[in-house]
T-cell receptor, first 112, second 111 residues
Framework: SQTIHQWPATLVQPVGSPLSLECTVE??????LYWYRQAAGRGLQLLFY??????ISSEVPQNLSASRPQDRQFILSSKKLLLSDSGFYLC???????????FGAGTRLSVL | GENVEQHPSTLSVQEGDSAVIKCTYS??????FPWYKQELGKRPQLIID?????GEKKDQRIAVTLNKTAKHFSLHITETQPEDSAVYFC??????????FGRGTSLIVHP
C-alpha cells in the first residue's frame, strides 16, 4: 500500500533563516505531488504541485520554492523565512482521474 | 477556474442530531466530489467521495448527495457523536491536476 512521509513534524526557525521540508511517497510511481499551507483555523492554500520529475508549478508567488529531484520526493524550500511563513505545511500525493489527495502528517512551522 | 463555496463555516449540534454541510461549484465539467475530515492538529483524510454520474452515496452514518443541475453537493452526518467534531472540507476535481477545496466547516458536537 502507499504511504507518505513528511518531516520534520514541528520546526521553530528565526526570521531570515533558510527552510527545507521534505516529503517522500512509497508504494507508487509517478504520483502527482502537492505542497499546501494552512494558517491556524483556515483553509488549504495550494503552494506548488508537480506532475513529474523536475516539473514544478507555482500557484502563489512568494519567497518559497519547490523541487522534485526524484520521482517520489518533493522538497519545499526558502532562502529567508518571513514571519508570515508560519503555518501548517502539508504534502500530498494523488494519482488517477479522481485526483484524491492523500496527505502527509504535516509540519508545523513557527517563524519567530 | 473552478470556484467552490462551502456553508456553514461553523456548525454546532447536540450529540445524536444530524449535521448537513453544503458546497456549490461553478465548473459543470467537474466530475469528482470528495469530502475530507481534519481533526485538530491532524492531516485531512478522505471520508467519502461521489462521482458526477451518481446522485447519492452512503457509508454508515455518512452520506453525500449531488445535484449536478444545480451544481451543489452536500455531506450528511446522522446520529452525530463527539468524535465527529472536526473541520470538514469539500473538494471538486475533474479535468485538471488541481483540486479546488471549500474553505471548511468546523463541526462541534456537544455531548
Amino acid at each position: 500500500s502507499q504511504t507518505i512521509h513528511q518531516w520534520p513534524a514541528t520546526l521553530v526557525q528565526p526570521v531570515g533563516s533558510p527552510l527545507s521540508l521534505e516529503c517522500t511517497v512509497e508504494g507508487t510511481s509517478n504520483p502527482n505531488l502537492y505542497w499546501y499551507r494552512q494558517a491556524a483555523g483556515r483553509g488549504l492554500q495550494l503552494l506548488f504541485y508537480s506532475v513529474g520529475i523536475g516539473q514544478i508549478s507555482s500557484e502563489v508567488p512568494q519567497n518559497l520554492s519547490a523541487s522534485r529531484p526524484q520521482d517520489r520526493q518533493f522538497i519545499l524550500s526558502s532562502k529567508k523565512l518571513l514571519l508570515s511563513d508560519s503555518g501548517f505545511y502539508l504534502c500530498a500525493w494523488a494519482q488517477g482521474a479522481k485526483n484524491i489527495q492523500y496527505f502527509g502528517a504535516g509540519t508545523r512551522l513557527s517563524v519567530l | 477556474g473552478e470556484n467552490v463555496e462551502q456553508h456553514p463555516s461553523t456548525l454546532s449540534v447536540q450529540e445524536g442530531d444530524s449535521a448537513v454541510i453544503k458546497c456549490t461549484y461553478s465548473d459543470s465539467a467537474s466530475n469528482y466530489f470528495p469530502w475530507y475530515k481534519q481533526e485538530l492538529g491532524k492531516r485531512p483524510q478522505l471520508i467519502i467521495d461521489i462521482r458526477s454520474n451518481v446522485g447519492e452515496k452512503k457509508d454508515q452514518r455518512i452520506a453525500v448527495t449531488l445535484n449536478k443541475t444545480a451544481k451543489h453537493f452536500s455531506l450528511h452526518i446522522t446520529e452525530t457523536q463527539p468524535e465527529d467534531s472536526a473541520v470538514y472540507f469539500c473538494a471538486v476535481t475533474g479535468g485538471s491536476y488541481i483540486p479546488t477545496f471549500g474553505r471548511g466547516t468546523s463541526l462541534i458536537v456537544h455531548p
